[in-house]
């Protein structure tokens, strides 16, 4: 079995090892990969029976230690891999990473030092891999990497070439031509960048879904600046109007950070104020916890567990009754839906204003006995819904 680990804050960490030690109880020959791997140590002094330890990105590495375990053995019948490459998502999605590290220095953040600086990937490469998995049946691309709207700024956005056609290697080039593709086009974790307002130009052109994720963290000023992150309460709504004006069905998901070293209790009515205003669609927040080498273990003011909890659970309870009115206001509209599973039950599936595993889903009513297979797209209509997930009916022609 392999692992993949996230050691970005203490509660991954946690589920990382405990995820470890499930695998080794249920096959014993574990192999792990992922972030907390660069970790030194910490795996190994916690599981010192894995078979190998990697760090992020080494798929290489992790094909030689599993090739150490299990020599290959070549079978004409079984080495041949599919066209869209193999994945670990359903075949009807794919996640489509354009870069790897972070140039941001975002003080909570640990990101620059395990994966680097901001690299990109050639233009070229990118399409070529999202047109395999588009003619493989892939319906959904989900762009993503940690900086995403980042793309090229590494590189100066200089000319790479894809099917002998020069393009500059920018996100805005890049995204013209995945959304020519066929395939549902989603943009994950963009950073509020200027340039980010073209993006939603695209979105209310169709060449991308009207699916805004952008990680805003906080809403006071000072806990922004003590965040290293750009942003002002009342610039941000103001922000949020023009995108809704020029895209006027997006949806938009960002995550918050509350209990951050230093926040008072100002500070947090700020925050929730801004919630009010600016109606997220969806929102997730996290309590701040301290990450070995990150610049704001230092900064005072460390916020107790109870209170942090406390504040988490208030925030929460705001954006649930945000969530369930925004949800209720989709209530007898008509939306294109993507199959995502077929079960006794029913059928769940999702709208452009749901990305898999993070956001709710559509319980679709229908005799699961008609034909339908995992991606197929039609229009539904909304029927109900509650605080996180939408229900709806088959639209009759």
Known sequence: MVVNTCGFIDAAVQESLETIGDALDENGKVIVTGCLGAKEGVIETAHPSVLAVTGPDSQAEVMEAIHTQLPPQHDPYTDLIPPGGLKLTPRHYAYLKIAEGCNQSCSFCIIPSMRGKLISRPIGEILDEAEKLVEAGVEELLVVAQDTAAYGV???????????????????????????????????????????DRLVEMMADGLVLPYLDVPLQHASPSILKSMRRPGNQEKTVRRIEQWRSTAPDLAIRSTFIVGFPGETEDDFEQLLEFIKEARIDRAGAFAYSDIEGAPANDLPGAIAEELKQERLERFMELQTAISADKLQERVGSITEMMVDTITEDGVIGRSYAEAPEVDGVIWLDVDTDIELQEGDKFDVKISGADEHDLYAEPVID
């Open 154 to 196: 590494d590189t100066k956005y200089r000319t790479g070439f894809w099917q002998g056609q020069p393009l500059k290697s920018n996100i805005d080039e890049l995204v013209k031509h995945l959304g020519g593709m066929g395939a549902w086009l989603r943009l994950h974790y963009l950073y509020p960048y200027p340039h980010v």
